[in-house]
């Protein structure tokens, strides 16, 4: 009889593919309280015993192509740490800087999953206009109990919204400014820690009392407002996210239908929205700011995440519609129509008669084309009484309601002669209430003819003047602007090249080769500086030629990009300097570490270091490995 011996499974056993960091578990997808890409970096950077700048700056940074950078490659090539900068609230959002934070984690971690963790799903129907807000917010009610039950401590995305100002869970406000620095900071900085504060570090859920005054809880569209951004976060896994734009359209046209049949114009008035907001949307010119749709939402008590499905369930009150009925019933008329009829009437009967134009202002239409469809006949006769109460008397000479003499007018076109700059006929008689200056020519023509000869020799007097201005503003140096010149002789540009357009062309290019003239000095006196002082930095070179750093990058762009090329240039070789002094520093201390028996390490060669030498921890270890495999030492393993 044959011995039974164990069988063995010859199959190739699936390896799971390796990650350079660990892929670590997204908290809360698919749930309101989903963490946002920013706590996900802090945390995974704590769980590699690392801060934050040494995980982006040396790994993350390499873990995306070179026309994606998330850091750029100046701060990188110019920084002697990681060239990390502190990060914004852009990497939770929707943009181009979302998807290269997340491109670069997923490549590290091996996840494909973390786009879940920002905004970008809802890219195609919210823009980023209002979104975020600029510093971090937190709840310490939500650390102190994630802490009390072992759970991990993060920040939720929804945190990071500027619409959400309370904690859905324990319905307090959002605390935005550390308790112990009284400082606030952003989403990620270079020791970021879930709980912790980014500039003192200290936990932010030991935080002392909160304020004396009573707290008495969110309001109705605080709560509401939280809990419609959760429900979104909480089923954007779960959106046709290719197809959201023509979702979203489709479904505000179907609410549009329902509540004013079709009527935009209605609609907007009935949820407060600006008038045309919807109408861009629909047409697809601009994407909806996620603020005024969530209100337009709460007007009608519909749930945003409704409107982002493809078959939702879009049930508005009853009284809403009835209302929007009722608006459309009345079209362009804001009032009922049978009320304004009557107003319009009524407005018959007042004294002094209103123009048709204040009727319109007072319900709110800034035209009157509205009313004379509604009662042509009526707006008509209105507008015959405002004419007849404005007309002057032709039976007598009249100062609005009051009579007024011949004499007396007399004296006041004679008194206007008398004046170096006579008052024009047409003011005298606009100031005495009548509609034109045609009857004070009719009745006294001599007078009015005395005005208007003196007021064209004060033209011809005038004109000279300007010429006279010209003529010295070309010569004179510097050459005075256009605007001043102007406003010096009481007139406008457009009058001086009304008057002598030739003197004006050339005052202009006595005014643009002076202009040259100054830059071609500044120029001059900046290459100068930049000569001297050699490899200086862009402000210190502005500051020593008196000119602002804008103003040379925006006049000057070849200098600029020239003095900028130096000074990286002077900053590359200061920094291979420091290197090959650091290099040189390590083999001496390690020969003299050596010489006394002792074995080279960080703590002992570090304090041997001159000041010239980089500070570069990294540099410092490679540097040691290397001088001890020279001497033919062995490494530590």
């Not at 590699?48 to 950078?69: E, K, N, Q, T």
């Not at 809403?320 to 009967?349: M, Y």
């Not at 319900?363 to 469809?373: A, D, G, I, S, V």
Request: charged share 25%.
């Amino acid at each position: 009889m044959l011995p039974v011996f164990e069988s063995w499974n010859l199959a190739r056993p699936q390896v799971p593919r390796r990650s350079l960091l660990c892929p670590l578990e997204p908290i809360g997808i698919g749930t309101p309280f989903v963490e946002s890409l920013t706590s996900y970096i802090s945390r995974l950077a704590a769980v590699h015993a690392v801060i934050v700048s040494d995980l982006v700056g040396y790994l993350l940074a390499d873990c995306v192509p070179p026309d994606l950078p998330i850091i750029s490659a100046r701060d990188r090539r110019g920084r002697i740490g990681s060239g990390f900068k502190s990060g914004t609230h852009a990497i939770n959002g929707l943009a181009e800087d979302a998807r290269r934070w997340i491109i670069a984690v997923e490549t590290a971690t091996g996840r494909r999953d973390l786009r879940l963790l920002t905004l970008t799903p809802l890219k195609q129907v919210f823009c980023k206009q209002s979104l975020f807000r600029n510093t971090q917010a937190w709840c310490p009610e939500c650390f102190q109990e994630w802490r009390r039950t072992g759970e991990p401590v993060y920040l939720p995305l929804s945190w990071h919204l500027r619409m959400v100002t309370i904690c859905l869970k324990h319905r307090q406000p959002l605390d935005t400014v550390c308790p112990h620095c009284g400082e606030s900071f952003g989403p990620l900085f270079a020791k970021s820690r879930p709980g912790c504060c980014s500039r003192c570090w200290r936990w932010l859920a030991e935080a002392p009392p909160r304020r004396a005054e009573v707290y008495r809880g969110p309001d109705d569209d605080q709560m509401w407002m939280a809990n419609s951004i959760g429900d979104v976060l909480g089923v954007m896994p779960r959106l046709e996210q290719d197809h959201l734009r023509n979702i979203l359209t489709k479904n505000i046209c179907t609410v549009v239908g329902n509540v004013s049949d079709g009527n935009q114009t209605v609609f907007a008035d009935l949820t407060g929205s600006r008038g045309n907001a919807v109408c861009v949307w629909l047409a697809g010119r601009t994407l909806p700011r996620p603020d005024r749709l969530f209100r337009i939402c709460r007007r009608l008590n519909i749930l945003v995440s409704e409107m982002l499905r493809r078959s939702p369930t879009l049930e508005v009150p009853k009284e809403i519609t009835d209302a929007g009925a009722v608006a459309t019933r009345r079209g362009v008329w804001r009032e009922d129509p049978e009320r304004l009829k009557a107003a319009l009437k009524e407005s018959l009967t007042e004294d002094p008669p209103p123009s048709l134009h204040d009727v319109a202002l007072r319900y709110h239409y800034r035209t009157c084309t509205p009313l004379r469809r509604l009662d042509a006949e009526c707006c008509k006769q209105i507008t015959t009484r405002y004419r007849m109460h404005r007309r002057p008397w032709r039976s007598a000479w009249a100062i609005r309601d009051k009579e007024c003499t011949p004499v007396m007018i007399e004296e006041i076109l004679r008194a206007s002669i008398a004046r170096d700059k006579p008052i024009p006929v047409s003011q005298i008689a606009a100031e005495l209430g009548y509609e034109s200056a045609n009857r004070l020519r009719e009745h006294f023509p001599e007078l009015c003819r005395e005005i208007a000869v003196k007021q064209s020799q004060n033209r011809a007097t005038q004109r000279e003047e300007v010429r006279i201005a010209l003529v010295k503003a070309t010569l004179e140096g510097p050459p005075s602007t256009a605007e001043a010149l102007a406003a010096k002789l009481g007139c406008n540009r457009g009058t001086l090249y009304l008057y002598f357009p030739d003197l004006y062309r050339q005052f202009l290019e006595a005014r643009r080769a002076w202009a040259a003239r100054q830059r071609e000095g500044i120029r001059a006196n900046v290459e100068a500086v930049a000569a001297e002082m050699a490899g200086a930095s862009m402000p210190e070179i502005c500051r020593r030629a008196g000119i602002g750093l804008q103003f040379l990058m925006k006049r000057f762009p070849a200098l600029y990009r020239q003095i900028v090329s130096r000074y990286l240039e002077r900053c590359d070789n200061t920094r291979k300097q420091k290197r090959e002094t650091l290099r040189q520093d390590v083999r001496r201390a390690v020969a003299e570490l050596s010489a006394r028996g002792l074995r080279p390490t960080f703590t002992r060669v570090a304090p041997l270091l001159s000041d010239q030498a980089a500070k570069d921890w990294k540099l410092i270890h490679q540097e040691i490995a290397q001088s001890l495999l020279e001497r033919g030492h062995a490494l530590e393993p």
